[in-house]
């Protein structure tokens, strides 16, 4: 537990030198943007090729079937409910787009990862892993269509206004309207599909691609965290007021997501150390990557960074009342 625990406090410090930096302009303004353009193209991609060859077996992935059934039935069951609040709430534009992914999708790898590690040990790994290729999938693929759907009509609204002034002057002016599958497959889902195919074909990558990779995968973690710091300058004057939204995002990432989780294992019959590493994985805070897409096309940035952060310290209460829980019932 104790580890757990120093691993969110490790993520806490790195946020607050991202806001310290931003906060006293130490950086360029643009450097978040930047470091997110990192995050997305390139270390991202490279860190799903790195975990899926790390931590699966053809076996394994063959064995886990209904494992991935649950993850998947998991997602879906998140994505419906956060797609029927967001209307319950009224919310719009990417605000809306917003609430939807981050209640969907959890940090699952870089809070759960240690944490379950420190409970479970090694056996309790490839049970997560299970979990974390859904979510991995699922996310780099709709969620960040989502996102970018969402960037992409705010940048069409801005180029509507300016055709529009243009075609006064000069007359109708031709638009190009980008594919929807340039959405999906995007770097890091290739990164899903290349660590899937290495798997499943057994093969490994040569030495010197595989350590550059390695340690292009290892800046994703402390860019993320830095660029969700330097959004959270939102806090520089206390901290804001929480919204009706928020705190139904907070409930969906400790309460809703595990009582859903809950349901699916025991209608599935999955009991043992992988029902309750499931249970573990599903109460993690939101998923940091929402934060960096938002930051990427510029929807919402600064309200995904606040529910990450939010979201993040409220885990340093919640993580111990599962990790107890867990205990108790082992």
């Given at each position: 537990?104790f580890s757990?625990?120093?691993?969110?406090?490790?993520?806490l410090?790195?946020?607050?030198?991202?806001?310290?930096?931003?906060?006293?302009?130490?950086?360029?303004?643009?450097?978040p943007?930047?470091?997110?353009?990192v995050?997305?193209?390139?270390?991202?991609p490279?860190l799903?090729?790195?975990?899926?060859?790390?931590?699966f077996?053809?076996?394994l992935?063959?064995?886990?079937?209904?494992?991935?059934?649950?993850?998947?039935?998991?997602?879906?069951?998140?994505?419906?409910?956060?797609?029927?609040?967001?209307?319950a709430?009224?919310?719009?534009?990417?605000?809306?787009?917003?609430?939807?992914?981050?209640?969907?999708?959890?940090?699952?790898?870089?809070?759960?990862?240690?944490?379950?590690?420190?409970?479970?040990?090694?056996?309790?790994?490839?049970?997560?892993?299970?979990?974390?290729?859904?979510?991995?999938?699922?996310?780099?693929?709709?969620?960040?269509?989502?996102?970018?759907?969402a960037?992409?009509?705010?940048?069409?609204?801005?180029?509507?206004?300016?055709?529009?002034r243009e075609?006064?002057?000069?007359?109708?002016?031709r638009?190009?309207?980008?594919?929807?599958?340039s959405?999906?497959?995007?770097p890091?889902?290739?990164?899903?599909?290349?660590g899937y195919?290495?798997?499943?074909?057994?093969?490994?990558?040569?030495?010197?691609?595989?350590?550059?990779?390695?340690?292009?995968?290892?800046l994703?973690?402390?860019?993320?965290?830095?660029?969700?710091?330097?959004?959270?300058?939102?806090?520089a004057?206390?901290?804001p007021r929480?919204t009706?939204?928020?705190?139904?995002?907070?409930?969906?990432?400790f309460?809703?997501?595990?009582l859903i989780?809950?349901?699916?294992?025991k209608?599935?019959?999955?009991?043992?150390l992988p029902?309750?590493?499931?249970?573990?994985?599903?109460?993690m805070?939101?998923?940091?990557?929402?934060?960096i897409?938002?930051?990427?096309?510029?929807?919402?940035?600064?309200y995904?960074s606040?529910?990450?952060?939010?979201?993040?310290l409220?885990s340093?209460?919640?993580?111990?009342?599962y990790?107890?829980?867990i205990?108790?019932?082992?």
């Amino acid at each position: 537990m104790f580890s757990g625990l120093v691993s969110v406090a490790v993520i806490l410090i790195i946020f607050a030198l991202g806001f310290f930096f931003h906060q006293r302009r130490i950086w360029p303004d643009n450097t978040p943007s930047g470091l997110s353009a990192v995050v997305i193209r390139i270390s991202a991609p490279c860190l799903a090729v790195t975990s899926i060859v790390s931590g699966f077996t053809r076996d394994l992935l063959r064995s886990s079937l209904i494992l991935l059934l649950v993850a998947a039935l998991h997602i879906l069951a998140l994505y419906v409910a956060g797609k029927l609040l967001s209307r319950a709430l009224r919310l719009k534009d990417g605000r809306k787009t917003i609430f939807e992914v981050t209640f969907t999708y959890s940090n699952v790898i870089f809070i759960g990862l240690p944490i379950n590690q420190i409970v479970f040990g090694e056996e309790g790994l490839p049970f997560l892993f299970a979990y974390y290729i859904i979510i991995l999938a699922a996310f780099w693929s709709f969620g960040y269509a989502q996102i970018a759907a969402a960037g992409k009509l705010q940048a069409g609204k801005a180029e509507g206004k300016a055709e529009m002034r243009e075609k006064a002057a000069n007359g109708p002016v031709r638009r190009r309207i980008p594919p929807q599958l340039s959405k999906i497959i995007n770097p890091g889902f290739i990164g899903v599909i290349v660590g899937y195919i290495l798997v499943e074909a057994g093969m490994k990558l040569a030495a010197p691609i595989d350590i550059a990779m390695g340690y292009l995968a290892g800046l994703t973690v402390p860019l993320s965290l830095l660029v969700i710091g330097a959004n959270l300058t939102i806090f520089a004057k206390g901290i804001p007021r929480v919204t009706a939204d928020e705190v139904i995002i907070l409930l969906g990432k400790f309460v809703i997501s595990p009582l859903i989780m809950f349901g699916l294992l025991k209608a599935l019959g999955v009991d043992g150390l992988p029902f309750f590493v499931f249970i573990l994985s599903s109460s993690m805070p939101c998923h940091m990557q929402t934060s960096i897409i938002a930051q990427h096309y510029g929807v919402e940035s600064a309200y995904a960074s606040k529910l990450v952060g939010l979201s993040t310290l409220l885990s340093l209460i919640t993580i111990p009342i599962y990790v107890a829980g867990i205990h108790h019932f082992m």
